[in-house]
């Protein structure tokens, strides 16, 4: 198989620098200085064993590579407001023998959120979900960091519609042979529903900086209750803490220092555009669909859309004054 990893961001780069080291066969896709910076100089990529260059090859959309494989697998991992013109973009290509990308090739959605699966369900006659535990930090162009150990990360895998199959097994043995635990579920959404949760915080990190605080906590713990509100109001199923925690203590530790994650990355890189949308947004949309209120995560959407667009630098607001406007919008809910 040949992955095709269609935003070789800070998740995307590790996946394919990892599969390129224990031998795949790897494609980056990349864009602007990033791309340019991997083309001159390789894949920059640090991990827990330690910094590597990889070159694999490089390219800015489907047409510099020409007509697909037929064992190609496409790994989708740019941020999801950016989802809709990669799916179109790839969808659309020829595979050798006939048929297009959309027809005859597997995309899995390796992103936050779970908004992805379905836009891809769309287009796409074979769609992967993975719940993705990776932290990384992508802020230079071409240099990216992975520090997590003994694994570089977690990988939760399978079908977006739910169960696994061949495609889903190969790909879990070739990400376990690169560094990573891929477990197979049989209901993936279930997981990236539970990762959701987690990051609802990104907003708040990405406007008030990493650095962990109580009232940072408070106001997480505030917009997750709107979740589980919700998600039980639209009977979303969600993997447990202790599920959670029994799949991931002490095989992704992360050393200290390590920087802010996401969103706090996309404000700091200056990208224009956070997730925001697609995570407390998330939670928003389901909240109007089923008639309950939520406040918290309407501001930290809020916020963190006027941080993206008005360039603003990451962290630049205080805890309190964040905390002020949710207080506000919760007295008017």
């Avoid at 959309?102 to 369900?121: D, F, I, M």
């Amino acid at each position: 198989m040949r992955y095709i990893i269609i935003g070789a961001g800070a998740v995307g780069a590790t996946i394919g620098g990892r599969l390129a080291e224990a031998g795949g066969e790897v494609v980056l896709v990349a864009r602007g200085a990033h791309a340019q910076a991997l083309r001159a100089d390789g894949l920059r990529l640090t991990t827990a064993d330690g910094e590597r260059v990889h070159r694999p090859p490089v390219v800015t959309g489907p047409d510099e590579l020409g007509e697909l494989r037929p064992d190609d697998v496409l790994l989708l991992s740019v941020k999801s407001q950016d989802a809709i013109a990669a799916l179109d973009a790839w969808g659309d290509a020829g595979v050798a023998g006939g048929g297009t990308a959309a027809q005859r090739l597997p995309v899995l959605c390796a992103q936050n959120g779970v908004e992805s699966e379905r836009l891809a369900l769309r287009r796409f006659a074979r769609v992967y979900g993975v719940c993705v535990w990776l932290p990384a930090t992508f802020l230079e162009p071409g240099v990216v960091s992975a520090l997590c150990t003994p694994l570089t990360g977690i990988l939760h895998l399978g079908r977006a519609a739910g169960g696994t199959d061949a495609l889903s097994r190969a790909v879990a043995e070739d990400l376990g042979k690169a560094g990573f635990e891929a477990p197979l579920v049989e209901d993936v959404m279930r997981w990236k529903y539970a990762k959701l949760l987690g990051n609802l915080g990104n907003a708040i990190q990405a406007t008030t900086g990493p650095e962990p605080e109580p009232a940072k906590a408070a106001l997480l713990l505030r917009a997750v209750r709107e979740a589980k509100a919700v998600f039980g109001a639209a009977g979303i199923a969600y993997a447990s803490d202790a599920e959670q925690s029994q799949a991931r203590d002490g095989k992704v530790d992360q050393p200290p220092g390590v920087r802010g994650g996401s969103s706090w990355q996309s404000l700091a890189r200056g990208t224009g555009s956070v997730e925001a949308d697609y995570l407390n947004g998330e939670i928003c949309l389901l909240g109007r669909l089923h008639g309950i209120p939520t406040p918290v995560n309407d501001v930290l959407r809020h916020a963190a859309n006027i941080f993206a667009r008005e360039s603003l630098p990451p962290g630049a607001m205080s805890i309190e004054d964040l905390t002020n406007l949710a207080d506000e919008a919760a007295t008017r809910a």
